[in-house]
C-alpha cells in the first residue's frame, strides 16, 4: 500500500494481475512515466497471412495461442446487450483500426458497407472466423479492403483482460496514464 510503479514507455502484450491491493489512505498507483507512453495490449502482430482470393486472406492461429480463452468462441453478450449473439470477443485490427465481423465468409468477402457504421468506407473491411477442431487452430479471414497486410500493422485480439487482478478484493488501486487497448472482455 503506497507503492507507486513506474512504467517505462513500450508495449507491455500482457495481462497485467496486481497481486495486493492498497488501501482507503494508500492506494497502489501504476503510472506510465509517459503520458500514453506504456501499451498494455490484448493483442499480437499477425504477419503470414496468405491471399486465397481477390479480396480475401487467411491465417491460421493455434488455439494454444490463447491459452484457455478463445475470443474467436466467446460472443459478446451482456444484460443491455439487444443484438443478435452473432459478434466474437476477439477482432482484427488494421493500424488501430478494427475490422468488421462479417456472419459469414461470403459477407467478409463482399466487404458491404455496413448501415450501423460510422465511419461507412471503413466498413469494407471485414473478418470472420472458424474452427478446426481436428487441427486445434482458428483460422481468420479478412478483407483489408485493397490493402496488402504485409505492408501494415496487422493485430489480432487474443486476451481476455489487459489490467485485472485476478482474486476478487485487489482494490485501491490507480492507474494513470497508459494506453490499455484490444482486449477481449465478454461484454458490449
Known sequence: PGDV?????????????????????????????????????????VKDWKKVSEHLYVTRIPNSTFGDYNPYTTYVYGDWFFAKRDKHTGCVWENDAALYEADSLEACERGDVSPYSWIPAASRKKCSTCQVPEREETLIYANFGGDNPAEERIEITVRRECFLPRENGISWITVSGFNINKAATTWA
Open 5 to 45: 510503479v513506474l512504467v517505462a514507455p513500450g508495449i507491455y502484450r500482457e495481462n497485467v494481475a496486481p497481486l495486493h491491493a492498497g488501501r482507503e489512505d494508500a492506494r497502489i498507483t501504476y503510472q506510465s512515466t509517459e503520458p500514453l507512453g506504456a501499451v498494455i495490449t490484448g493483442a499480437e502482430p
